[in-house]
């Protein structure tokens, strides 16, 4: 099992540690070196075991680098980053979810293993697996293991119920991720089951997160404020110190990615309202999405235009700028506000709320007084 991935990342060429978000940065001229001896099965070259060495303690002197390293080939697209859904099934019911209903669909082994094949081929160095709660997905460890041996740096995110699972601690263990992304939905038993509808969830997360961090997996967590579960925003934040994980907030309840809107009632009260200029994104163009069918898209949110990678292929990729081009743009009510340059949501997450029926007020921070319309 390698070591060691060297790769070629938007313009540069990166070296980088499984299970460690820092990496190095090398030159053009290196990465062909390295290309080369690991092609040959020549000994890591000496110029790069000092610096893994400081790095990562790692001892590569007089390793073969076939065995190693990991090299990438330089891929005909620039997509460095990607999310895949792995499905959209969950074995809990929290009402503020953004999938909606939470159909348990998804590909055979054979289309997921090309997906993810394709995947590597565009680029993508940086793999979020999501869900649904990808953990409970039976190929789970199957899709995992390949994008790991593809050479892919993984992000999961999770809600934690099975990371005590024996299999999965196991794989996560000997296949690190780089981050374990948690939500935290509550501080207490009562409000965690409550927001979660499933009794034994808050034992389940606990018995997770204490799963995982004894085996010192980097774990980080996503705190969920919602309606349900505001007055214990100090107490979570205070759990998560406890537990001496690093944190982010999301605390913006939005529609369904199809544009239902009864997920906007758990909006929290007191929170929602602190989103900063949105300057635009690199969805669509060095970044995409991936659902359980292997359709493609810019993001998550946005998958009114979707690509069929597994008929497509590679190539496919190539009309996801365009989309990405198109979906910004200011349109409906938003096209003819002078304060649009000011907003802090993108068009295609506007558009979702618009489809829901949602009150200007819940996505527009100009609104009621300051917005114009045409």
Not at 212 to 223: G, M, N, Q
Not at 259 to 265: D, N, V
Not at 267 to 279: E, H, I, M, P
Not at 312 to 338: K, T
């Amino acid at each position: 099992m390698h070591r060691l991935i060297v790769s070629p990342f938007l313009g540069d060429y990166l070296v980088l540690c499984p299970g460690d978000s820092k990496g190095l940065k090398v030159p053009g001229h290196r990465y062909i070196e390295l290309h080369q001896a690991a092609a040959d099965g020549a000994r890591v070259p000496a110029w790069l075991c000092g610096p893994v060495h400081r790095q990562w303690g790692l001892d590569l002197q007089d390793q073969n680098a076939g065995t190693a390293l990991l090299v990438r080939d330089e891929p005909p697209y620039e997509y460095g980053r990607a999310s895949y859904e792995v499905n959209m099934a969950c074995n809990w019911e929290c009402p503020h979810c953004y999938l909606g209903l939470k159909e348990d669909a998804g590909m055979a082994w054979a289309d997921r293993e090309r997906v993810l094949h394709l995947l590597r081929d565009a680029g993508v160095l940086w793999l979020q697996i999501t869900g649904g709660e990808p953990t409970i997905d039976r190929q789970f460890p199957a899709v995992y293991s390949l994008a790991y041996e593809l050479g892919m740096m993984i992000e999961v995110l999770t809600n934690g119920s099975r990371l005590h699972n024996p299999l999965i601690l196991s794989l996560l263990t000997e296949r690190r991720p780089y981050r374990l992304t948690l939500s935290l939905y509550g501080a207490t038993e009562a409000s965690y089951d409550r927001l979660t509808q499933r009794r034994g969830a808050w034992k389940s997360f606990r018995r997770g997160v204490e799963a995982a961090l004894e085996v010192d997996l980097p774990v980080e967590f996503s705190v969920i404020v919602t309606r349900d579960n505001e007055h214990e925003i100090d107490a979570m934040y205070a759990l998560a110190k406890s537990y001496g994980v690093r944190t982010r907030e999301y605390d913006h309840m939005t529609p369904t990615y199809f544009g239902s809107g009864e997920t906007l009632s758990t909006q929290a009260l007191t929170r929602g309202s602190r989103r900063g200029v949105f300057t635009g994104c690199d969805a669509g163009h060095t970044s995409l999405h991936v659902d359980p069918l292997g359709m493609a898209s810019i993001c998550k949110v946005a998958r009114d235009k979707q690509i069929p990678l597994l008929t497509e292929g590679l190539a496919g990729l190539s009309q996801l700028g365009g989309i990405a081009d198109r979906a910004l743009l200011r349109q409906g009510g938003c096209s003819g506000c002078r304060l649009s340059e000011q907003c802090g949501t993108c068009m295609p997450l506007a558009q979702r709320y618009r489809q829901a029926g949602a009150p200007l007020g819940s996505y527009c921070q100009h609104a009621p007084k300051e917005v114009t319309t045409p």
